[in-house]
């Protein structure tokens, strides 16, 4: 199921930084919108860093959030997502659940915001991918 949400905006071209800030407040609003409880924001481990924890019913959802400005509007940030990124996010859920326990069912799932000159789209992949064991 994607769910493909569009804000019509004026995009503030800034850096790549900022644009993935930008991208992880919208996100997080979006979950929120959505019913989620957001645990929490860019939480790290060393070297790793899961973008968004959230709660939505008994699941704890993992979620890697992409943003990208595109001129032309046809870009897929949710395809650098790829095996390797998605073995760290796994080896982090790994490492939050040493820290905060959780017995109940879990999810990762893909965020990806494209900003073009005249609007903002979000595109949400809920179940983006499954880690072997979960």
Known sequence: M???RTYCIFVFVG???????NGEIHAADFLVYKGFEVLHRNW???HL???IIARDGN??????VKSRFDKLG???PEDMVNAGKQKKLILAAQLYLRKF???GPLRFDVISIVSTPFSRHLYYHPDAFFPLGY
């Open 2 to 4: 994607l769910f493909c």
């Open 15 to 21: 850096s790549a930084r900022q644009t993935g800030e």
């Open 44 to 46: 790290r481990t060393g």
């Open 49 to 51: 860093e899961i973008d």
């Open 59 to 64: 699941k704890i959802v993992f979620i890697e």
């Open 74 to 76: 046809n870009l897929h």
């Open 101 to 103: 326990p959780h017995d």
